[in-house]
């Protein structure tokens, strides 16, 4: 309400469906790392390796690869990825934070390495644009995509033996141990989850830019975390949902707009989301602190 008297195009509906197509994108992403952050961990490396991917499959596109073989080659880089992260984690039980930070650099290496320095382009031609320029009724492609996936993971968390696997994990790591839960193995799927759900962020956002650069996936990981965090899913673990990171990604969107139509630059953007997460993060801590204090049976 607040900035439809500011500015009246924020509550027309088609800047609403704008923004929503705006949040598809960093949505695609989120869904992944909302099921990395029930689990209890964190996966630094999702923005890395958009990057990676969309490097490949559009330097397959500029090519003359086929469509369908241009993205089973990007699903096949998210899971291999997805399975080398949760290897060193889940096997090696190395920590998240600084495994997925070490695995982003080498990702982004290995996208900078491929496309040297240069935009590879999509031909005009090809109809794998239409993934970011079609549209399904009155809503954007990137939009079905986001939804539909959302609501897939939402299903499967919710509703199944894996979802439950994993809360237990985020809860109490060793009492799911104890209670039969194959730790080591849900790890792997959850950076599985991240790597595939990179892999449709890519291409998503290849389409929508037409090209592939080592850098397209710049801070799609900060801006993943502030969206599962703004929808009140909980950083330590156990609790949340995607539904959750769903609104997130669409209210990071909606904040972005309102500082566009205001006339703030990216760059404002980006530390209005750096202060947000900063203060949802501290907030969160000091109430686990407290729960902890009174309780030490929840350390």
């Keep these: 309400m607040f900035m439809g008297i500011l500015n009246p195009r924020f509550l027309t509906t088609r800047n609403l469906v704008n923004v929503l197509r705006q949040s598809s994108i960093n949505g695609i992403v989120t869904v992944g790392v909302c099921w990395m952050m029930i689990s209890g961990s964190f996966d630094l490396s999702v923005g890395a390796l958009v990057s990676?991917?969309?490097?490949?499959?559009?330097?397959?596109?500029?090519?003359?690869?086929?469509?369908?073989?241009?993205?089973?080659?990007?699903?096949?880089?998210?899971?291999?990825?997805?399975?080398?992260?949760?290897?060193?984690?889940?096997?090696?039980?190395?920590?998240?934070?600084?495994?997925?930070?070490?695995?982003?650099?080498?990702?982004?290496?290995?996208?900078?390495?491929?496309?040297?320095?240069?935009?590879?382009?999509?031909?005009?031609?090809?109809?794998?644009l239409l993934i970011a320029d079609g549209f399904?009724?009155?809503?954007?492609?990137?939009?079905?995509?986001?939804?539909?996936?959302?609501?897939?993971?939402?299903?499967?968390?919710?509703?199944?033996?894996?979802?439950?696997?994993?809360?237990?994990?985020?809860?109490?790591?060793?009492?799911?141990?104890?209670?039969?839960?194959?730790?080591?193995?849900?790890?792997i799927l959850m950076y599985i989850a991240t790597g595939v759900t990179s892999a449709i962020a890519a291409m998503v956002v290849s389409a929508r830019a037409g090209s592939g650069h080592y850098f397209v996936g710049l801070h799609y990981e900060f801006h993943a975390i502030t969206a599962a965090v703004m929808g009140g899913n909980y950083i330590f673990g156990g609790k949340g949902s995607v539904a959750r990171g769903v609104w997130g990604a669409i209210l990071v969107a909606l904040l972005n707009n309102s500082l566009t139509l205001l006339g703030f630059e990216p760059e404002t953007q980006l530390i209005a989301q750096g202060i947000i997460t900063a203060g949802l993060v501290a907030i969160q801590t000091l109430g686990r602190e407290r729960r902890v204090s009174t309780d030490p049976t929840l350390v």
């Design 52 to 128: 990676l991917i969309s490097v490949t499959m559009v330097s397959m596109l500029e090519g003359g690869s086929n469509i369908a073989t241009t993205c089973l080659v990007g699903l096949m880089i998210g899971l291999m990825a997805g399975i080398f992260n949760g290897l060193l984690v889940g096997r090696l039980k190395s920590n998240p934070m600084l495994t997925t930070l070490g695995t982003m650099t080498i990702f982004q290496g290995i996208a900078l390495l491929t496309a040297g320095g240069y935009y590879y382009r999509i031909p005009r031609e090809s109809p794998f």
């Design 136 to 187: 399904m009724g009155p809503f954007a492609v990137p939009s079905v995509i986001f939804l539909v996936l959302a609501l897939i993971m939402h299903l499967i968390l919710s509703e199944t033996t894996v979802g439950a696997s994993v809360y237990a994990i985020g809860g109490n790591e060793e009492a799911a141990k104890l209670a039969g839960v194959r730790v080591s193995f849900y790890r």
